[in-house]
């Protein structure tokens, strides 16, 4: 009788002892759900998803669950988890839908989200928590708590781009396919980081400004801000808005497209990083002398002489040149037009237009060069003419120069 009364006690102190443990535990949660989308554009169908779990200085717990999306939306969920810590990471590896190309991507990308799931169900993971993360890391290493570390790299983020928004929703909270600023303002981030890249450029980028970012939360290196303001510059923003409502029309019915625009406008107004990718008149071209070169104004008439109309156009950048004037005569065949889409002569006008082609678009007289370079062979009569430069689809030119041609 003496043995069962010790082992009674022994059980009822093990049972007291593990009950203990548990109420001292405030950290332990459990989820029936959390979810949520994944975002450059949207992850397509199948892309798999990681939830790790964290300690408080953010390091690994060995805990992990796996899930995939679900559509083409990006949409994910984890059901039934249990926790002893609240901070988690979110990792996505798929492919997604380029919304400048309005194609999916060729190859995987893979982004990260820093949760604390504490007072939340519903997380996203896009190009904001992807860029913010190791930064936020960096912070709560050093002293922060995880609420000041992520707000302060959030703002960081947005400070590359030229925002400032005091009051912008958690990275995690945010949809590209939302209305509202802070939508926006994603959205406008995930579109300028995208720019004209490949997928490994792309991440590469991505890298770079994490890397460049992570111990002062500045972009210090000017190459990686001139390849945001290089590719920003040229964007075709209602090319953009139009291939993603085409998009949705099908994947997403209910997707709202936020006013991105304003926010792109914003940076490439106000960044400082510096532009280096322009359209440019070389002196000489195929056929000669450019006309379009500098601001020589004097040339020869066609019976002694032929030029070049050329350009070099940058991905993504467009250029109209309105001739005005007495005449010329450019050639057809064979040294056809290269990337120019030439209209009809208005004799009422006395003008001719040539539209650089970027898009693959020609006529039968139009060569299509890949090197986003274009040239004819054109010849001028004698008189005083103007030429106009409309570029990236300026309403009123942007340069307009005066030539004479002389016998």
């Known amino acids: 009788m003496k043995n069962l009364r010790l082992l009674t006690i022994g059980l009822f102190s093990i049972i007291f002892f593990s009950a203990c443990n548990n109420a001292e535990d405030p950290t332990s949660i459990s989820k029936e759900l959390v979810n949520g989308v994944i975002q450059k554009g949207p992850f397509l169908n199948g892309s798999s998803i990681s939830l790790f ?74 190009i904001l928590s992807h860029l913010e993360c190791q930064r936020a890391e960096y912070l709560v290493n050093s002293g922060s708590t995880f609420r000041e570390a992520k707000e302060q790299a959030e703002a960081e983020i947005l400070n590359i781009f030229s925002l400032n928004k005091s009051d912008i929703k958690p990275s995690e909270a945010l949809n590209i396919t939302s209305s509202g600023d802070d939508n926006a303002i994603l959205l406008a981030i995930s579109l300028i ?5 490949t997928d490994a450029d792309l991440s590469a980028l991505l890298a770079g400004i994490i890397s460049d970012i992570k111990e002062d939360g500045i972009l210090n290196s000017q190459e990686l801000g001139t390849l945001l303001i290089n590719d920003a510059k040229y964007l075709d923003l209602p090319g953009i808005r139009s291939k993603m409502e085409t998009r949705f029309s099908t994947t997403d019915q209910n997707a709202v497209i936020p006013d991105f625009e304003k926010y792109i406008k914003l940076f490439t107004e106000n960044t400082e990083y510096v532009l280096t990718k322009k359209i440019e008149y070389p002196e000489f071209s195929n056929y000669g002398e450019n006309i379009l070169f500098g601001n020589k104004n004097e040339f020869k008439s066609m019976e002694t002489k032929s030029y070049s ?15 005005k004037g007495n005449g010329w005569f450019y050639s057809i065949s064979p040294n056809g037009p290269v990337n120019w889409k030439v209209s009809n002569f208005d004799h009422d006008k006395k003008e001719q237009t040539f539209t650089f082609i970027n898009s693959g678009e020609s006529d039968l007289f139009t060569t299509i060069n890949p090197d986003e370079k274009s040239d004819l062979l054109i010849k001028l009569l004698a008189g005083t003419h103007t030429i106009e430069y409309y570029e990236n689809n300026a309403t009123v030119p942007t340069r307009t120069k005066e030539i004479t041609v002389t016998d």
């Open 309 to 323: 109309l050329a350009a070099n156009v940058p991905v993504g950048a467009a250029l109209k040149i309105v001739m």
């Open 193 to 197: 980081v995208q720019g004209f890249r």
């Open 53 to 126: 779990e964290l300690s408080e200085s953010l390091t690994p717990s060995g805990k992990s669950f796996n899930s995939q999306t679900t559509d083409d939306k990006g949409t994910f969920e984890f059901r039934d988890i249990t926790l002893e810590s609240s901070f988690v990471k979110i990792k996505a590896d798929g492919y997604y839908f380029n919304e400048v190309t309005g194609r999916n991507s060729a190859s995987q990308l893979t982004l990260y989200s820093l949760v604390d799931l504490s007072d939340k169900s519903q997380v996203n993971v896009n």
